[in-house]
């Protein structure tokens, strides 16, 4: 299914694109699309079978918003330097183990919404993920395939960074990560029964018109299922949780001098395989 939340920020309402692209509203079946839900599986499975007899309404989609597809996000766990290319564009030695970060929740914003250039920054930079939802409860897994036993679906993520703040003013990478609007997501939730294989999906982004960024999870580091494997060993990560995991090569800080960081005006698209596309303009805080 690809589950999503439209309409104006703060009051969106759940639906699901149906695979006509009929866009059908689930406010009458489910308060919203959240961790409750996706740990519920009576719930999904009501979501399912309404779908498949065609007991949804259809909603007009026209001029309305898309928002984030995941309410109440509990935290969002990032993965750095997870993509072979990535790596050796900006120098790096692979790591020998995962490099965890954290973004907050309140910096996702919807797939289309306006990225905000921080104050005082000249480094903003791109990165197109794979996002991962989890659905059930993980602690202390054993093995990857428990790690995507845990997963409810994927979403495509925009993790916009700001690398000035990130690397060159002391401290941890926070300050670079978490700026308002630094976490596009969107615009669907697909649940993983239709992502066979989440090693096999294509990434994509570009920059006014221009491909930046054209890459595949299979030059991921670690992938996703050890991701939340690993991840689960320093923490508890809960239904409604988001794990970002990484980006391949062609970010602006990859490129020589003078390098493309992002401005004002310009207008910035990705995608990834089977989870939809974003556009987001960007504009001064």
């Given amino acids: 299914m690809k589950l999503l939340r439209v309409g104006t920020a703060g009051r969106e309402r759940p639906a699901l694109l149906d695979p006509d692209g009929t866009l059908r509203d689930l406010s009458g ?10 740990a519920d599986e009576d719930a999904l499975g009501r979501i399912r079978s309404a779908a498949a007899a065609g007991d949804l309404p259809a909603l007009d989609a026209a001029g309305l918003r898309t928002g984030p597809p995941l309410a109440r996000i509990g935290k969002i766990v990032c993965i750095g330097l997870n993509y072979h290319d990535h790596a050796r564009e ?24 306006t990225v905000l250039i921080p104050r005082g920054s000249v480094k903003t930079d791109w990165e197109v993920e794979l996002a991962v939802v989890i659905g059930r409860t993980a602690r202390y897994l054993e093995s990857a395939e428990a790690g995507l036993a845990h997963v409810a679906g994927y979403a495509v993520a925009h993790d916009v960074s700001e690398r000035e703040f990130q690397i060159e003013r002391g401290g941890t990478w926070d300050k670079g990560k978490n700026c308002e609007t630094f976490n596009p997501l969107g615009p669907w939730l697909v649940t993983a029964d239709e992502v066979p294989d989440p090693q096999d999906l294509s990434l994509r982004l570009w920059v006014n018109g221009e491909l930046k960024q ?3 999870t299979a030059e991921q580091i ?17 239904p409604g949780d ?11 800080m990859g490129h020589p001098e003078p390098k493309p960081y992002l401005r004002a005006g310009d207008v910035v698209e990705l995608e990834v395989t089977g989870l939809g596309r974003q556009r987001q303009v960007l504009a001064r805080a």
Avoid: C, H, Q, W
């Fill in 214 to 216: 054209d890459g595949t």
């Fill in 90 to 113: 900006t120098g790096a030695e692979p790591p020998a183990e995962p490099v965890v970060f954290f973004k907050a929740p309140d910096t996702v914003v919807g797939p289309d919404d």
């Fill in 222 to 238: 670690f992938p996703v299922g050890e991701v939340v494997r690993y991840v689960s060993r320093f923490m508890t990560l809960y």
């Fill in 242 to 252: 988001v794990v970002n995991t990484g980006t391949p090569a062609g970010v602006a």
């Fill in 29 to 38: 079946l489910v308060a919203d699309i959240d961790g409750t839900l996706l």
